[in-house]
């Protein structure tokens, strides 16, 4: 099984995205993002993309990684899609509950039946990859339901229900910039994971109260993650991806990864970004 996963990051390196090579300014901040996760017994995955120019940092950002309950971001949008198209509504029955209220147990509370009555209603979790494929965000797999997931042996290097960071911020860029869903769509989604209650000592953990985050956060037994969007004190937008398996005190070293980002970003002098990164 692990040498399927690394013939999957060996796959990935080779389509890296034309957006992912990191600036000159900030190859500082991903040495001292790299020297500080090594400094950690886990094995961690990190990515960071500015969302105006497409500038990057990332760790292990080409290794696939669980993605655990991060998942549900592309559950949600698979289902908002549909409600774009006219085919679902928020206000459809799903069992005794609405997708609405599915949809908020789900990114607020990190509900699994939520999850699980959802991909079951787009038609299983093949659906919901059929939806990642159509808008060709490549190094993501969903495989199988939250329930069958945790029933299975734990494997942490399995690549079914994986992700690469740099996948995961990939999307959620696509997510952000309006490439999937309606702008009422978008809003709402976004507006959902910033009232997220779980994982407060992850990306939130060192940052200030008052600083804008919009995040889903992930658990497993010796797995932890958190992936989504920060705001930065002049606007500026990040989209941030987060994957920790193994060793000690992950939520810890994801808050100080946060910390790092969000401080390296923030100083940067801004200048018009030119090269081929593009900022679409």
Known sequence: MRLLALFCWLSALVAQPAWAATSTSLQPLEQQLATLLASKSGDYGVAALDLDTGETVNVNGYRAFPMASTVKVAVAAAYL?????GRRSLNDRIGSSSA???IEAMLIRSS???????????????????WINFHKLSNIRIDRTIARLLADPRDLWDVRD?????????????????????????????????????????????????????????TLN???????????????????????????????????????????????IRRPFTTVLGAN
């Open 81 to 85: 899609a549909q409600v774009d198209h």
């Open 100 to 102: 609405r209220q599915l």
């Open 112 to 130: 699994n039946p939520a999850t699980d009555a959802l991909i079951r209603d787009l038609g299983g979790p093949s659906a919901v990859q059929t």
């Open 222 to 268: 010796n797995y932890t993650s958190d992936v989504g969007y920060i705001t930065l004190p002049d606007g500026r937008r990040l989209a941030v991806a987060f994957f920790a398996r193994g060793g000690s005190d992950r939520p810890r070293g994801i808050a100080e990864a946060a910390r790092t980002i969000y401080d390296g970003f923030a100083t940067m």
């Open 162 to 218: 994986s992700s690469t960071p740099m996948a995961m911020v990939a999307m959620l860029k696509q997510l952000d910039r309006g490439k999937l869903l309606s702008p009422a769509s978008r809003q709402y989604l976004l507006g959902t994971m910033a009232r997220c209650a779980t994982g407060k000592n992850r990306i939130r953990g060192l940052l200030s109260p008052w600083t804008p985050v919009a995040h889903k956060t992930g």
